[in-house]
């Protein structure tokens, strides 16, 4: 039997916030911080009939919120959680010094980006981590980042591109029989727009590799192994829309909110779930694509 609409809810996803601290002029804020979501990351939840929502930070320096609210209650009404891309991580959030002061990234949006991961999955509720997120993943778990790939690994290609940004694109080759190859059984890698210059080096705790540069062997996703789902992905799925000659961006949206709507059913009998209403399922959507090109043969799956 169909259910109700009324009866029913869409899932509810959090996008943790990016934070503007040099507002530039024009926008009129002057001497204030902007906390900032980017519209296509919004699109890329909302076209498959999930809600998204921000989730602002609470200023350090703003204790009469944080007397009110905790990062729990936040928790409390989502289904899951999409950590956007932005600043660098900061060196100091795995045990490091910047080597570079151009690389001290944003420890304030990191504590703030950690708690919330970290509730998330305290609630077994499903995150995923898009480019910077993808890091941040890792550094939850103990592991480490490449603070500058360039300086780094001194083989790697281009990762970022400053004239190019988002038009930058190069394939990412799966780990065989990873989760995330299950998602495109036709495919042995993808064309992807990534755009970083920092990556993952040591693999935090329970994190595993799922995707690789094909050119260079750097970390292009990553999984938790853990009791829940965390998944990230360096480059940006949200900006494949409408790009036909990139990987379909679909795969992996739905399995987060698949996932999330599971974990959701799975709370409704909790006397403590703040919402009886069972979670409608997300929407497939029909895309008109390519195949995907199979691994050349001489190809390596190594990572660097």
């Not at 916030?17 to 980017?38: D, I, M």
């Not at 009110?68 to 600043?87: M, R, T």
């Not at 799975?266 to 409608?280: K, Q, V």
């Amino acid at each position: 039997m169909t259910q109700n609409p009324s009866q029913t809810r869409p899932l509810r996803i959090g996008i943790s916030a990016r934070l503007l601290y040099q507002v530039p002029s024009e926008l009129g804020f002057r001497n204030k911080t902007l906390q900032y979501l980017e519209q296509s990351l919004a699109h890329w939840i909302m076209e498959h009939g999930a809600i998204a929502f921000m989730v602002p930070a609470v200023a350090e320096d703003s204790r009469r919120a944080a007397r009110h609210l905790s990062v729990f209650d936040y928790v409390n009404e989502l289904d899951g959680l999409v950590l956007q891309g932005g600043a660098d991580v900061s060196p100091q959030s795995y045990g490091q010094e910047p080597i570079d002061p151009r690389w001290a990234g944003d420890p304030v949006r990191d504590r703030y980006e950690l708690a919330l991961l970290r509730a998330f999955i305290q609630q077994r509720k499903p995150v995923i981590g898009v480019c910077r997120g993808c890091q941040l993943l890792n550094v939850a778990f103990g592991g480490t980042l490449y603070q500058d790939v360039m300086t780094q690994v001194p083989a790697a290609h281009a990762h970022v591109d400053a004239d190019l940004y988002d038009q930058l694109e190069h394939d990412v080759s799966f780990v065989a029989n990873s989760q995330l190859a299950s998602l495109y059984p036709k495919a042995t890698r993808l064309r992807v727009t990534s755009i970083h210059h920092q990556a993952v080096a040591k693999l935090g705790k329970q994190i595993e590799v799922e995707a690789v540069s094909s050119v260079d062997g750097v970390v292009e996703a990553i999984r938790w192994t853990g009791e829940g789902y965390a998944r990230g992905v360096q480059w940006h799925p949200e900006f494949h829309r409408e790009r036909h000659a990139l990987a379909d961006s679909s795969p992996i949206i739905l399995d987060f909110l698949n996932e999330a709507r599971a974990a959701a059913l799975a709370r409704l009998p909790d006397p403590d779930c703040p919402d009886r209403r069972p979670p409608r399922a997300p929407l497939a959507l029909a895309v008109d694509r390519p195949e995907p090109r199979p691994e050349p043969a001489a190809a390596s799956n190594a990572v660097s």
